[in-house]
């Protein structure tokens, strides 16, 4: 039986399908599959996850299994932008926590929630391979701050409400 598919994201299945149509003939596609429903919808809603196990002809458990095993995958919606902080051990000590309190406090969410805007949602992550410069933040995938302090968190957030980074 078919899964139903919301009205509101048919252009985006209608790309999903186009990618599966492309590289269903090669092996172990799920992966790659996957990879590229994440980069259609942002994340992998488990309607999602579902319309991809029957399109692939393949259990709904197997699908769940790699989702949830690579933390890569995202079982929950994220913000426009995405800010991660660094809470490994370099930056715990030089008040890793305290910019995190500041982000959370200034946006009006709790850790993985996406504001009602949808512009944010902050993450906490394990060492980023930057601890010289800790405590250390990175919005989106390639805007990093260093030395961050909790005095610098207002203005993060204003450079992205005005649309990107303020340099
Ligand atoms: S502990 Fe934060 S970058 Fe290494």
New binding site residues.
């Given amino acids: 039986m078919c899964v139903a598919v919301c009205e509101t994201h048919k252009e985006l299945y209608k790309e999903l399908d186009q990618f599966i149509e492309k590289v269903k003939d090669k092996p172990g596609i799920l992966i790659a599959v996957l990879h590229k429903a994440q980069e259609i919808f942002g994340w992998l809603p488990q309607e999602v996850q579902e319309y991809i196990a029957e399109k692939l002809g393949v259990p709904v458990s197997e699908v769940y299994g790699v989702v949830t095993f690579y933390n890569f995958f995202a079982t929950k919606p994220k913000g426009k932008n995405q800010i991660k902080i660094?809470l490994?051990?370099?930056?715990?000590v030089k008040g890793?926590d305290r910019v995190m309190e500041h982000f959370l406090e200034e946006l009006g969410v709790q850790a993985e929630e996406v504001t009602p805007d949808g512009l944010f949602s902050v993450h906490p992550v394990r060492?980023?391979?930057?601890?010289s410069?800790?405590?250390?933040v990175l919005v989106g995938e390639k805007d990093f701050y260093g030395k961050v302090t909790p005095d610098m968190v207002s203005k993060i957030i204003a450079a992205y409400r005005r649309g990107g980074r303020n340099e």
């Fill in positions: 660094c490994g051990t370099a930056c715990y890793a060492c980023l391979g930057a601890c410069m800790a405590p250390v």
